[in-house]
Structures are given as C-alpha cells and as structure tokens.
C-alpha cells in the first residue's frame, strides 16, 4: 500500500513538473515574440525616418544645420563668406582683364618702332588694356631721355601695377584665417555652456548638454567650409598674379632690348 501511494506521489510530482516547465516555456516564447516584434516596429521606424531624410536635398540640410548651429556665430561666419567671395570674385573678374596676349603686343610694338618711331609704339600701347601696355607706354614715354631712364620707368611703374595686381588681396586671407577660429570660438563657448548645465544639475545626462555640443560642433564645422572655399579662391588669384608678373618682368627686358636697338 505505501509502495502505490509512493508511485502515485511521483507521477503526480512529474505531472506538475511537466505543467510547470511548460508553463513557463509558453510565457519566455511570448516574451521573446513581443521582443522580436517591438524591435521589428523600432527599426521600420528607424528605416523610415532615413528615407525622409534621404529625401531631403543637400541645400534643405545645410540650411537646417546652419539654422540649429545658431545666429551668432554662424552669422558672423557666413558674413565672412559672403565678403571674402565678393573680394574674390572682383579680383579675379580684375585680373581676367588685365591679361594681355604679351607676344601679340609685342611684336605690334616692334613693328610700331620700326614703322613708325616712339609715338606710333606709343598709340598701340595707349590702345591696349592691362598692366604690361602701360608699363610699356611709361618706358616708351622716357625713351626719348635714355635708355637708362627709360629702364628706370619700367622698374617704378611695374612695382606700382603689381600692388594694383594685389589689392585687397590680404582680405581673403584675413577671412581665411577668421572664419575657423570664429568656429573654434563658437566650441568653446558651447563645451563651456554645456559644462555649466552639468554642473547646475549635478548630473550627466547627454540630452542635457547635446544641443550645446552639437551647436559647438557646427559652429566648427561651418568655419572650416568657408575657410576652404576661400581658399581655392585665394590660391588661383596668387596663381593668376604670378602669371601676370612674370610676363611684365619678361616683356620689360623685351621692351628695354627694342629701345636699344631702335637707338642704334
């Protein structure tokens, strides 16, 4: 009789056992499918906002950027921009019209000499624009003194047309320099708002202080773009006024060397 009692007490426990480890495998599968479907719903959420913000155009993001890094700052960067690119462009639009096809005058100068003296040289210079007919007409104008004196016209009046060459220049540089540190300023001038509010609260919390920082990073950000753009600009100006000095230079031997040859 204890021996059935026993048997039946064991098949009983084994029974609840089964129940239970059942039970329990039920409520972690539900538990692991409201998981799976919960994560399921957060990243169609997530792929949803990528492709509205893939929808956006480049311009719509940038403004939104700038607009979130702040007023003052970035107006004050992008007042740099603005005019360092109008001195840019007025000295390449400058620039671009002081070019002078050097051998074409040249040879009408030669043959103006040789037709017609200093003053026929003189009327095809007076009818050329850029800084080389006029360093031509200042040498051609003294030719009737000497040589000499001629030599020394070209040399004053090529230093006055290579200053005209780089006027304002130094401007782009200025705001080539200005416009990043005016965003370094910016970051730490949001890191140090951003530390007070840690330090008011007492404690860290990243959605705190993420809109200082992100309005440290931008400011950053903005004053590198037009540094670089700034830039490209500034360096093809040096490059074009190099260009144009070197034909001054080049075409003044070529004019002193016609003056002693029209002598003899």
Not at 25 to 50: E, G, I, K
Request: aromatic letters at 8%.
């Amino acid at each position: 009789m204890k021996k059935l009692f026993s048997i039946l007490a064991m098949a009983g426990l084994f029974v609840f056992s089964t129940n239970t480890v059942s039970a329990k495998a039920n409520v972690l599968v539900s538990n692991f499918s409201s998981t799976v479907a919960a994560a399921t719903v957060m990243l169609q959420d997530d792929a949803a906002a990528a492709d509205a913000d893939t929808g956006k155009g480049f311009t719509q993001i940038l403004k939104e950027q700038f607009i979130q890094g702040g007023a003052g700052f970035m107006g004050i960067i992008l007042l740099c921009l603005i005019l360092g690119l109008a001195v840019a462009i007025e000295r390449i639009i400058y620039l671009n019209l002081a070019s002078t096809n050097t051998t074409k005058l040249k040879q009408k100068v030669e043959d103006a000499l040789a037709s017609g003296g200093i003053e026929a040289a003189k009327e095809v210079c007076r009818n050329t624009k850029g800084p080389v007919a006029s360093i031509y007409y200042q040498g051609l104008d003294r030719a009737d003194e000497s040589v000499e004196s001629a030599e020394k016209a070209v040399v004053a009046y090529g230093g006055v047309q290579m200053g005209l060459l780089e006027k304002n220049v130094s401007w782009i540089s200025l705001f080539i320099a200005t416009a990043p540190m005016l965003g370094f300023m910016g970051t730490v001038i949001g890191m140090i708002q951003a530390f007070q509010k840690i330090s008011a609260v007492g404690n860290l919390s990243a959605s705190l202080i993420a809109g200082d920082i992100q309005v440290a990073l931008l400011t950053t950000v903005f004053g590198l773009i037009v540094a670089i753009i700034l830039q490209v600009f500034f360096n093809y100006i040096i490059a074009k006024i190099d260009s144009i000095v070197n034909d001054m230079e080049d075409s003044s031997i070529v004019l002193i060397d016609m003056l002693v040859d029209h002598k003899k």
